[in-house]
């Protein structure tokens, strides 16, 4: 055999062993493949479980504290209530809404016209949300929602509609205070929580009325975004609110602001609007705390209205445009005083204008007024410093303040 032949058989042989062992290896990795996959199916078929419990469990060797844990679990839950923590219909705000939503009820703003036949209508001209505090029929909204009404209504959670008595009102915190005139019966009352204990975070659920009657009993929920927020109204008023991010919209004025629990914590009283150069305005809604609801409903209910120190004057505001135009300073302009008491049987006249209390600046009314309300009490005395235009004197009085109701 030449040196060509032997080199093609040894060749030929060599081939044939190179395809051999590839196959092999081809087989062995398919046969590789196979077994993990069918180790994974395996393993996910297989359902999780807890520990067994009883007297084999405990008498597992080397058992660590997760393990007595999760048997502890095992027994507190058993497979049916397991199955509904699964499934989960029943979430808190469902649960809390179903609690307070019964108690949120809408409120109607009444005017009267005559009609083209001479009669007397009444005509819708705005609409809220209250909420019933009591079992014969005291219901809290704000001051907003009735403002201007003729005759007041509300509407029960399925759309019977009732006839309201106006118990009193303090347009100051913007709270309004319903009765229903229907003695007949009781209504669902609602649960108030302790809205001093409220947290940044917590779940925040708002129910009312956005839009009238077709969207009664809206609920939305979030958070509560800030507590004790100092917010300066554009009428000059400052109140101290809870914000969160639960839409609020306009009718919900009045309607409720509730925990986890169905508890309610505030009264949804308004919201952030418009837009800023940059970006629009959303998820901003505030409500009146219920701790300080409950003082002035208190109030009302017991007289009617709410009694506040003052000074026993009237005014309007000097502005720094109309200071400047008068050359006087900022504060608050005395139009009329009370001789009889207050600051005018101090010495304070008309036309005198109001730039301190206590040393406190004053710029304006409200200003003023939210002074002496956080501060003082009726027969307690102040030092109000006056500029007196008519001789360019600033002067100082010294007022026993008096009880002003509204």
């Given at each position: 055999m030449s040196y060509y032949q032997d080199y093609e058989q040894y060749e030929q042989t060599g081939k044939a062993r190179g395809r051999f062992a590839l196959i092999a290896f081809i087989l062995i990795v398919v046969i590789g493949i196979v077994m993990v996959y069918a180790y994974i199916l395996k393993s996910d078929k297989a359902e999780p479980s807890l520990p067994q419990s009883g007297a084999d469990a405990q008498s597992l060797p080397g058992e660590s504290d997760a393990m007595a844990a999760a048997l502890q679990a095992r027994e507190r839950i058993t497979g049916e209530t397991m199955d509904r923590i699964l499934a989960a219909p029943d979430s808190p705000v469902r649960r809390a809404a179903a609690t307070a939503g019964p108690s949120v009820v809408g409120v109607s703003n009444k005017i009267q016209w005559f009609n083209r036949q001479g009669n007397i209508d009444s005509v819708e001209q705005g609409s809220g949300s209250g909420i019933i505090l009591s079992q014969d029929g005291y219901v809290v909204t704000n001051y907003h929602v009735i403002d201007g009404a003729q005759e007041v209504s509300v509407y029960l959670a399925g759309g019977e509609e009732l006839p309201c008595e106006v118990v009193g009102y303090d347009s100051q915190t913007d709270i309004a205070l319903l009765k229903i005139t229907d003695d007949s019966r009781t209504y669902p009352a609602a649960a108030i929580g302790d809205s001093s204990k409220v947290e940044v975070g917590q779940l925040a659920i708002a129910i009312g009325n956005p839009l009238g009657?077709?969207?009664?009993?809206?609920?939305?929920?979030?958070?509560?975004?800030?507590?004790?927020?100092?917010?300066?109204?554009?009428?000059?008023?400052?109140m101290t609110l809870l914000q969160t991010d639960a839409a609020i919209s306009s009718g919900n004025s009045g309607g409720a602001l509730i925990n986890a629990s169905g508890e309610v914590i505030g009264i949804n009283t308004l919201k952030a609007s418009g837009s800023s150069s940059s970006a629009a305005v959303e998820g901003i809604g505030f409500a009146i705390p219920m701790q300080t609801v409950l003082p002035i409903v208190e109030e009302i209910k017991q007289t009617g209205t709410v009694t506040?120190?003052?000074?026993?004057?009237?005014?309007?505001?000097?502005?720094?445009?109309?200071?400047?135009?008068?050359?006087?300073?900022?504060?608050?302009?005395?139009?009329?005083?009370?001789?009889?008491?207050?600051?005018?049987?101090?010495?304070?006249?008309?036309?005198?204008?109001?730039?301190?209390?206590?040393?406190?600046?004053?710029?304006?009314?409200?200003?003023?007024?939210?002074?002496?309300?956080?501060?003082?009490?009726?027969?307690?005395?102040?030092?109000?410093?006056?500029?007196?235009?008519?001789?360019?004197?600033?002067?100082?009085?010294?007022?026993?303040?008096?009880?002003?109701?509204?």
């Open positions: 009657r077709e969207l009664e009993g809206t609920v939305t929920c979030g958070v509560i975004s800030a507590v004790n927020r100092e917010l300066t109204l554009s009428d000059g008023r400052k506040r120190p003052g000074l026993a004057v009237s005014g309007q505001d000097m502005t720094a445009s109309l200071a400047a135009y008068y050359h006087v300073p900022e504060g608050m302009y005395i139009a009329q005083v009370d001789e009889t008491q207050g600051a005018g049987k101090a010495g304070v006249r008309a036309g005198d204008i109001i730039t301190h209390v206590d040393d406190v600046r004053i710029e304006s009314f409200q200003e003023m007024k939210q002074y002496l309300a956080q501060n003082h009490q009726i027969g307690d005395t102040v030092t109000l410093t006056v500029y007196r235009d008519e001789t360019k004197q600033t002067l100082s009085f010294e007022v026993v303040l008096v009880g002003i109701t509204g």
